[in-house]
């Protein structure tokens, strides 16, 4: 079993920054891609950014210039800095991650999601 573990979410001011944070653990073998998404309320979940293990990036369009996804992957973990936030990046973000599992017959892959973590920008 594989765990996605979200922090950094918080209410800020326009134009203010934050840093989410999103630390894997379990049974791991590898992982492949990782990503972020967010939903805002009323809204459908949505792609903001995604990385690689090789540090290949995509961005949505609406953050492309203001976010900066990265991971560490001695660390399992992935980031998404945040600058220049608007009102409009309120929502829940989600970390999710591709994994190769480790079990008894050796490995799997599964897609993960973390539980969310509130960021609200206030104007």
């Known amino acids: 079993q594989v765990q996605l573990v979200e922090s950094g979410g918080g209410l800020v001011q326009a134009g203010g920054s934050l840093r989410l944070s999103c630390a894997a653990s379990?049974?791991?073998?590898?992982?492949?891609?990782m990503g972020w998404y967010r939903q805002a309320p009323g809204k459908q979940r949505e792609l903001v950014a995604a990385i690689t293990n090789g540090g290949s990036t995509n961005y949505a369009d609406s953050v492309k210039g203001r976010f900066t996804i990265d991971r560490d992957n001695a660390k399992n973990t992935v980031y998404l800095q945040m600058n220049s936030l608007k009102p409009e990046d309120t929502a829940v973000y989600y970390c999710?991650?591709?994994?190769?599992?480790?079990?008894?017959?050796?490995?799997?892959?599964?897609?993960?999601w973390g539980q969310g973590t509130q960021v609200t920008v206030s104007s």
């Open positions: 379990g049974s791991i073998f590898s992982i492949n891609a």
């Open positions: 999710n991650a591709d994994v190769s599992v480790v079990a008894a017959w050796g490995t799997y892959e599964y897609n993960y």
